[in-house]
């Protein structure tokens, strides 16, 4: 079992960039898929990006291609969610999330673990 931390989040301009990083405590997290999911207030959460446990295969939602991607450093720990070309529709908390198999990634129920979230805003 992994424990999982985001950080990075915090306020930044439209146009501007930011990276997000989901830093994994425990065992074998080499071994887990890991996605990021947001939710922006009164809406759901909503499926952003996965990346395999070797980070060789990574997956992003329709809406964030071409400005987001995900990456990941296992001896480090860690899975970032780069982004840029922020817009404030992106203004979320931002969660990622681990699952130990590496199939159906778009769904919440997949995940086995979550971290607490990272706040994101967007200021027009």
């Known amino acids: 079992q992994v424990q999982l931390a985001e950080s990075g989040g915090g306020l930044v301009k439209a146009g501007g960039s930011l990276r997000v990083s989901c830093t994994a405590s425990g065992r074998s997290f080499d071994h887990y898929s890991v996605g990021w999911f947001r939710q922006a207030v009164g809406m759901a959460r909503e499926y952003i990006a996965s990346?395999?446990?070797?980070?060789?295969?990574?997956w992003l939602a329709a809406y964030v291609k071409g400005r987001f991607s995900v990456s990941r450093d296992n001896a480090k720990k860690a899975v970032y969610l780069q982004m840029s070309n922020l817009i404030p529709d992106d203004t979320a908390i931002y969660y990622c999330?681990?699952?130990?198999?590496?199939?159906?990634?778009?769904?919440?129920?997949?995940?086995?673990?979550w971290g607490q979230g990272t706040q994101v805003t967007v200021s027009s």
């Open positions: 999330a681990a699952s130990y198999g590496s199939s159906h990634l778009k769904l919440r129920s997949t995940y086995d673990t």
């Open positions: 990346i395999s446990a070797t980070g060789e295969d990574t």
